[in-house]
């Protein structure tokens, strides 16, 4: 009603403007033409709440979706009683081939506990931890004929790996100084199942002869 009374002033007439239509022209009071204008939806407090609201929406959700597409990755369990380690593909529900193994002696008993896995070394140097030093073992170039055979896979410190070159007669015994000692065999088809689930990355020859593949896949090794 103020905004009509400002608009007619004395003469009481409101002004008319002319709105284009599809059908041509027609005259439009100012007052309808302002009315509109307040009615316009404009950026305001209430926009900005709606926007707040459906960001806050998507962080609450993020994380669930980021979840679900998390990959688990890949479990190693090693069994120090049954003298075996089972792989298994958390993502894909699947199990590797398992291995039979050596694992420490009494006197120097495989580390118990969880422990990442960063890669697999082919053709594998033997470079002695300190215990081994002490029994006088020396340094051995890479070669998949040394002493710790086609391939490790190093979990621990000192040292410590689940490797091939096992004794076939020492296979289910307490015997190693740490390590856990599997038939080249064996490993080689740990290996190959572990390049079918997309595991392992691209291989890269070393200097000395040594063959790295990193983990593509989030791997670890638990020891019992």
């Known amino acids: 009603m103020v905004i009509s009374q400002l608009l007619r002033g004395r003469g009481g007439a409101v002004p008319k403007t002319a709105v284009p239509t599809q059908g041509g022209g027609r005259e439009t009071s100012a007052l309808e033409s302002i009315t509109a204008a307040?009615?316009?939806?404009?950026?305001?407090?209430?926009?900005?709440?709606?926007?707040?609201?459906?960001?806050?929406?998507?962080?609450?959700?993020?994380?669930?979706?980021?979840?679900?597409?998390?990959?688990?990755?890949?479990?190693?369990?090693?069994?120090?009683?049954?003298?075996?380690?089972?792989?298994?593909?958390?993502?894909?529900?699947?199990?590797?081939?398992?291995?039979?193994?050596?694992?420490?002696?009494p006197a120097h008993p495989t580390p118990v506990g969880a422990f990442p896995v960063y890669n697999v070394v082919r053709n594998p140097g033997w470079r002695p931890g300190d215990t081994a030093r002490r029994y006088g073992a020396r340094p051995m170039p890479p070669s998949s004929e040394g002493p710790l055979g086609v391939a490790k896979i190093s979990f621990a410190g000192d040292g410590i790996a689940l490797h091939g070159g096992a004794d076939p007669l020492l296979i289910g015994k307490p015997v190693s100084l740490g390590c856990v000692r599997a038939l080249d065999a064996d490993?080689?088809?740990?290996?190959?199942?572990?390049?079918?689930?997309?595991?392992?990355?691209?291989t890269h020859r070393q200097p000395d002869g040594e063959i790295h593949q990193a983990f593509r896949r989030p791997a670890r090794v638990v020891v019992r």
């Open 38 to 105: 307040i009615a316009r939806p404009r950026p305001g407090p209430w926009l900005a709440l709606r926007r707040l609201a459906r960001a806050s929406c998507l962080v609450a959700v993020l994380p669930l979706l980021l979840a679900g597409s998390r990959d688990p990755g890949l479990l190693f369990e090693l069994d120090r009683q049954a003298f075996t380690v089972r792989v298994h593909d958390l993502q894909r529900d699947t199990e590797g081939p398992p291995l039979r193994v050596a694992v420490g002696s």
């Open 187 to 202: 490993m080689l088809r740990l290996l190959d199942w572990l390049e079918e689930r997309g595991a392992l990355g691209a």
